[in-house]
C-alpha cells in the first residue's frame, strides 16, 4: 500500500511539474517614451504568438511564458534590459525595436547565450558587426531600404531639389546615409544634408532653411513623432515640399501628429504584412480584440514564431542547437516563409513605396 501511494504521489509530481514547466522568454522596445506606439505594436505581437503557441501545446510540451522590457529606445537602457533578462534566465529576446538598442544589447545576449531576433532594427552593422551567431532579424535593412528610396528618388524627382535630414540616431542616419549614397550613385546631387535633434517640438529653423533653399523633396531619416511635426510646419511655412521617409513612419500616430499636412506623404516599408492572405485569421483576431495588427506587431510575432519552431526542430532550447536549427531551416510564418543568411539577414521581399491618403496608408499607385 505504502509502494503504490508513493507511486501516485511520484506521478502526480511528474505531471504537475511537466505542466507547471515553462520556458521564459522576452519582447524589449519603447514601451514608455515619444516612440511607445512601436513598443505597444511589439508587445500585441508577442502576447498573441504567446497565446497562440500555448494553445497549441507550447514548445516541445513546454508554455512559453512572456517577459516585457522596456528600453524607451535608449541604447544604456537596452542593456540594463538585457541584463535583466539574462538574470531572470531568458532564453529567447524578440527584440529590440530601436538599432541604438539593438546593437549594445545583442553584447550581453551574445555572451549569456541568449538568442536574439529583431522585429524592426533595420541598421547594417546589427548583423553586419553582429557579436555572436546567434543574431538575426525578420526585418530588412538600412542598405537595401537606402536602395530602393535613393533611386526612387532619383527616377521620379531628377531637376528637383532634394534634401535629407536625420535625427543623429543609429536608425535614423543610418538609413538618411544609405538613401543619399543611393540617390547620388544614381545621379543625383543633395540640395542639402543637415541634422536634427530627436525629441524636440519646434523645427521652424530647420524648416526655414528648407523653404529659403527651395526644397521640392525632405528625406527624413527618422521616427515618425519628428517626420510629423517637420511636415505639418512645413505646411504652416505654406510650403508644398513632399516629405518621403522610411519604415518608422508605420503607426496612425504619424496622421495624428500631421493631420492634412501628412497627406501624400511618401515612405517605404516591406509589402504589407496584413495583406497576406495566410495572415487574414490572424488579422481578424486582433482586430476582434480592438488592436489594429499595423508596422511591427506581426514582425514580432513572426520572430517568436522563427524562435519557437527552431527550438522544436532543435528539441529543446539550448543555444547552439536553435542556433544551427534557425541556421538551416526555412520557416512558414505571418510575413510568409523565410529563412536566414550566414549573418542572420532574413530572407524576405525587398521594400516597396506607400503612401499616406485620408489618414491611412497603402500601396503607392
Known amino acids: 500500500m505504502k509502494k503504490a501511494l508513493l ?131 525578420v526585418c530588412g535593412r538600412d542598405d537595401q531600404q537606402g536602395d530602393v528610396a535613393g533611386n526612387f528618388l532619383n527616377d521620379n524627382y531628377k531637376g528637383k531639389k532634394v534634401a535629407f535630414v536625420h535625427d543623429k540616431t543609429a536608425y535614423g542616419k543610418g538609413l538618411a546615409d544609405a538613401t543619399k549614397a543611393a540617390y547620388e550613385k544614381a545621379g543625383g546631387a543633395a540640395a542639402l544634408y543637415e541634422a536634427y535633434t530627436a525629441g524636440e517640438k519646434d523645427y521652424t529653423a530647420l524648416v526655414s532653411k528648407l523653404k529659403s533653399e527651395g526644397v521640392d523633396v525632405l528625406y527624413v531619416g527618422g521616427y515618425h513623432t519628428e517626420a510629423g511635426l517637420i511636415a505639418r510646419q512645413m505646411k504652416d511655412q505654406g510650403m508644398n515640399t513632399l516629405l518621403v521617409s522610411g519604415d518608422a513612419l508605420v503607426t496612425d500616430e504619424f496622421w495624428a501628429i500631421t493631420g492634412d499636412a ?44 522563427a524562435w519557437a519552431d527552431a527550438a522544436k526542430t532543435a528539441g529543446g532550447t539550448d543555444f547552439d542547437a536553435v542556433v544551427k536549427a534557425l541556421n538551416e531551416g526555412s520557416f512558414n510564418t505571418v510575413l510568409g516563409s523565410l529563412a536566414f543568411d550566414d549573418k542572420g539577414d532574413v530572407s524576405l521581399p525587398d521594400y516597396v513605396f506607400y503612401e499616406w491618403k485620408d489618414g491611412n496608408y497603402d500601396y503607392l499607385q
Open 7 to 137: 507511486a501516485v504521489v511520484a506521478l502526480s509530481f511528474v505531471f504537475t511539474g511537466s505542466a507547471w514547466a515553462e520556458i521564459l522568454i522576452a519582447t524589449a522596445g519603447p514601451m514608455t517614451g515619444q516612440y511607445a506606439t512601436f513598443g505597444q505594436q511589439m508587445k500585441a505581437g508577442a502576447e498573441q504568438a504567446v497565446a497562440d503557441i500555448n494553445a497549441a501545446g507550447g514548445v516541445n510540451g513546454e508554455m512559453l511564458k512572456l517577459e516585457i522590457g522596456d528600453d524607451a529606445c535608449d541604447p544604456k537602457q537596452a542593456v540594463a534590459v538585457a541584463n535583466q533578462m539574462a538574470g531572470k534566465g531568458v532564453v529567447f529576446m524578440a527584440g529590440h525595436f530601436c538599432s541604438g538598442s539593438s546593437i549594445p544589447a545583442s553584447s550581453v545576449y551574445a555572451e549569456e547565450g541568449i538568442v536574439q531576433i529583431s522585429p524592426a532594427s533595420t541598421n547594417t552593422k546589427f548583423t553586419d558587426e553582429r557579436p555572436g551567431p546567434g543574431t538575426y532579424r
Open 262 to 305: 501628412g497627406e501624400g506623404t511618401l515612405m517605404t516599408f516591406s509589402p504589407e504584412p496584413r495583406k497576406n492572405p495566410d495572415a487574414a485569421p490572424l488579422v481578424e483576431k486582433f482586430r476582434a480584440k480592438g488592436i489594429e495588427p499595423e508596422g511591427y506587431v506581426l514582425y514580432t510575432y513572426a520572430a517568436i514564431q
